[in-house]
């Protein structure tokens, strides 16, 4: 019954040692997104794509990459992990891009640990 | 953008109603408001949303102040599995909210046995 899948829950990573991380979707919904959680903070969106549109937020370093090979599916690159990258990353999806009544489903999240 | 305040945290005991206040005194008059709640480890959950009526659904009620400058997120019967951080986010009708939710700082609820 999962509609929002990431693999891996967990994924340990070595500093500057490139990683990807998954998402897949079973809802046919039109709008992918990355959020970066850091410890007691609340998520903060990184980018996002509208079908093959993406979008990236002003302040989303670098080092971060998405890519949307089809709907169902987005990953997460980071090229160049740093020990502050170390966050649980969530995927999330919705029908609609920003729309008031729109509801955004989240996966449940990847916590990634950088040595 | 308009801002909610909610309490850092809140304590409620097993079986009993909770009432989660939100305070958004700068809305305007086409933001709806949205509940969603993260328990621990998890991703953040949809609960429900609103423009102005009160709302039900499976998993709580959602009472809208008549001047819509407060809400207050109600579950009836706290469980242990309700226990949460939940998040009350406004969303403009339109596009003008963005494309991220704007969590915000959230209330942490404990629910005791």
């Known amino acids: 019954d999962a509609m929002v899948i990431q693999n891996p829950r967990y994924q340990v990573t070595q500093f500057g040692k490139p990683v990807t991380l998954s998402c897949s979707q079973t809802l046919n919904h039109n709008v992918m997104y990355w959020y970066q959680q850091k410890s007691s903070q609340a998520p903060k969106l990184l980018f996002h794509?509208?079908?093959?549109?993406?979008?990236n937020e002003a302040d989303t370093p670098d080092n971060f990459q998405s890519r949307r090979p089809n709907t169902s599916f987005c990953f997460l690159d980071i090229r160049s992990p740093g020990l502050g990258d170390a966050a649980m990353y969530l995927c999330?999806?919705?029908?609609?891009?920003?729309?008031?009544?729109?509801?955004?489903?989240f996966g449940p999240g990847t916590r990634l640990t950088v040595l | 953008d308009a801002k909610t305040t909610q309490p850092n945290s809140m304590e409620s005991n097993e079986e009993e109603p909770v009432h989660l206040p939100c305070n958004h005194s700068?809305?305007?008059?086409?933001?709806?408001i949205h509940w969603y709640r993260q328990l621990p480890s998890q991703g953040p959950e949809y609960v429900i949303h609103?423009?102005?009526s009160n709302v039900n659904n499976r998993m709580a009620s959602l009472a809208i102040a008549e001047d819509r400058k407060s809400s207050t997120l109600i579950l009836h019967r706290a469980t242990l599995r309700d226990a949460a951080v939940y998040y009350c986010i406004l969303r403009d009708i339109g596009l003008n909210s963005g494309y991220a939710l704007n969590f915000g700082k959230g209330t942490s609820l404990l629910v005791t046995p």
């Open positions: 609103g423009l102005t």
């Open positions: 999330a999806t919705s029908r609609q891009q920003g729309l008031g009544t729109d509801t955004q489903y």
């Open positions: 700068t809305i305007s008059g086409t933001d709806y």
């Open positions: 794509y509208y079908d093959k549109d993406f979008n």
